[in-house]
Each structure stands twice: as structure tokens, then as C-alpha cells.
């Protein structure tokens, strides 16, 4: 943050519970430069909620202490926002994900987000967060302090996708932009201690869990009711108790399996279709398992030969 090209007005670090001295090292390295702000361990949102009430500014952007952001990227945030007007309370880049084996990627890349532009507008970005994928990650927003007060912040709830709810609910409050750009990087390397790859392979139950609660927040919202929205989101409800039970099932978790049958049948789901469903899926992940063996088989012949 202190590298930025167009020097930030302020930096909070909130130190969430840490033992490691972090607080200490911080105010050691950087004095009056860095505010820091402890408080007991409660999660990522309450540490955002934190900050956002900490902070003096109008803009606020966010960094997790495993992400980096360029030097120009508050820089070209500012453009973006100065060339397409006033209209626009949050603005993202592009961000590059590197996860340790050498092979890259990006937010827009994987969320099949293609522009010829350097500036853009997103349109309709709650499609995107309820459909295929989104090119939004909280490491390169620049957003308005008063949007977020607007919604009340993060979901102080969620552990895990506590982002992905906060943009569904930004985006009826004002319209998103994007510089094309990746100027923030992201680790995605799976074997650190901590990691959110971490998080999300480990912590399945924890998933669904969040993911249940922001699907049900979402249909709860009066302007959800009847929109093109509520039938995507429902069909990422019903996705979801399929996968959770699935997971149930494997790990002969029998009655987390039967609630999920449960919630499927509030969503309308016939047992015969239940059933049906829970075996197809598991036969086409058959399919897919065989091929991708028959690939390494032939991969391998290949090298031998």
C-alpha cells in the first residue's frame, strides 16, 4: 500500500486476534504510518466491519495480508472512475492468481470475462454473482465508505464467501466498473498454513453452511421476489443440497444426509427425483473420473514410448 503511485490518505491493519506479535512488528516497521487496530479473534467480516468504522476516508479499499497489490493500482482505479463519471461506487481490476506450480490465471479468465477496453462498465454484475462466475474479488474493489454502510457491512455470520454476499448487495445499490488490468496478486498456493484453498478444501461442512445462509438472505430481500433472480437462486439452493448431501453421504454421515433430503423436499424435490438425481451424478462423476484416467494412462504410454 505504501508503493501506490497515488499514495492512499490511510492504512489500517486490523490485527484479529493474532499470537504471533503482528501488531508489534507492524507499528516496529512503519510507526505513524500504519494505524493498528486489535481486537479478539472474530473472523474476517468483523475484522472488515472493523476497518470500515476506523476509517476517515470516502473510498475504501481492501488487502489481505496473502495478497499483494501493484503500484499502479489505486492509480488506474482513480482514472477509470475520473473518465466514466460520477455514477459509479465501485470500481475492480483484474487480478492474477498464483498458486506455486507456475501456472497462472486470472479473476477475468476464469469467470470468462473477456473486454477489449482498459475501462468498462460491469453490466448487471448480481447475474454474473448468481450465474456461471463473477470477475469480482474484494482484494480490488475500490468502493464508497457509504455503500457499505448502506448494506451494514460484511455478514459477520459467514466465514467463508463473506465478499461474494457484500457484492450481490452492492450491486443494487450503485453501478460497478472495472479496469482490465491484473493489478493485484493473489496466493492461491494450497499448502499454506491458513490459506482460503485451505479453508474451502477442508471445511466443507463450513461451505455449505455459508453458502445456505447467503442463498436464503437472498430470497428473503423484497426486490428478489419475482425477479429474474429468485429462480437462479434457487436453482444454486437445490445445487447445493445435492452436493452437501452427496458429501454426507460419502463421509456416512447419515443424518446431515437426511436433513438435506429434507431441504430438498421443502424445495419442491420428489423423493423419486432425489433419488434419481443423487445417481446420476454419481455416475457421471464416474465417467469423468474414468476418462480423466484414461487421459493420464495415455499421457503416460506416450512419455514411455
Not at 477475468?108 to 453490466?123: H, S, W
Not at 448502506?150 to 466498473?177: H, P, Q, V, W
Not at 453421504?249 to 424445495?267: D, H, M, N, Q, T
Request: one cysteine or more.
Amino acid at each position: 500500500m505504501l508503493a501506490q503511485t497515488v499514495p492512499v490518505d490511510e492504512i489500517i491493519v486490523v490485527d484479529d486476534g493474532s499470537t504471533d506479535g503482528t501488531a508489534e512488528e507492524i507499528r516496529a516497521c512503519y510507526g505513524e504510518a500504519v494505524s493498528v487496530v486489535r481486537q479478539e479473534n472474530t473472523g474476517v467480516s468483523a475484522a472488515r466491519n472493523r476497518a470500515i468504522r476506523e476509517a476517515h476516508g470516502n473510498w475504501l479499499a481492501f488487502l489481505d495480508s496473502d495478497d499483494e497489490w501493484l503500484p499502479s493500482k489505486i492509480q488506474r482505479q482513480v482514472e477509470a472512475l475520473e473518465t466514466l463519471g460520477s455514477q459509479f461506487g465501485l470500481c475492480f481490476t483484474d487480478c492474477r492468481f498464483e498458486s506455486g506450480t507456475g501456472k497462472l490465471s486470472s479473476a477475468f479468465e476464469e469467470a470468462g470475462f473477456v473486454t477489449p477496453y482498459a475501462f468498462g462498465i460491469l453490466e448487471d454484475p448480481a447475474e454474473g454473482l448468481v450465474g456461471s462466475g463473477s470477475p469480482l474479488r474484494i482484494q480490488s474493489t475500490l468502493v464508497l465508505k457509504s455503500l457499505f454502510e448502506e448494506i451494514s457491512g460484511f455478514d459477520e455470520g459467514l466465514t467463508l464467501n463473506e465478499d461474494y454476499d457484500a457484492f450481490f448487495r452492492l450491486s443494487f445499490k450503485t453501478k460497478f466498473c472495472f479496469v482490465s488490468e491484473p493489478l493485484v496478486r493473489v496466493d492461491r498456493n494450497p499448502h499454506r498454513v491458513g490459506g482460503l484453498c485451505q479453508l474451502f478444501e477442508t471445511r466443507n461442512n463450513l461451505k455449505y453452511d455459508d453458502l445456505r445462509r447467503i442463498y436464503a438472505k437472498w430470497l428473503s430481500i423484497p426486490w428478489i421476489v419475482g425477479s429474474n433472480y429468485e429462480d437462479s437462486i434457487r436453482d444454486k439452493l437445490r445445487l447445493l443440497c445435492y452436493e452437501s448431501a452427496e458429501s454426507s453421504i460419502r463421509g456416512f454421515r447419515v443424518r446431515a444426509a437426511l436433513r438435506e433430503f429434507a431441504r430438498l423436499r421443502a424445495l419442491q424435490e420428489s423423493y423419486a427425483s432425489i433419488v434419481l438425481n443423487l445417481t446420476s451424478r454419481k455416475i457421471r462423476k464416474l465417467r469423468r473420473d474414468i476418462r480423466i484416467s484414461l487421459r493420464g494412462a495415455t499421457r503416460k504410454g506416450i512419455r514411455q514410448q
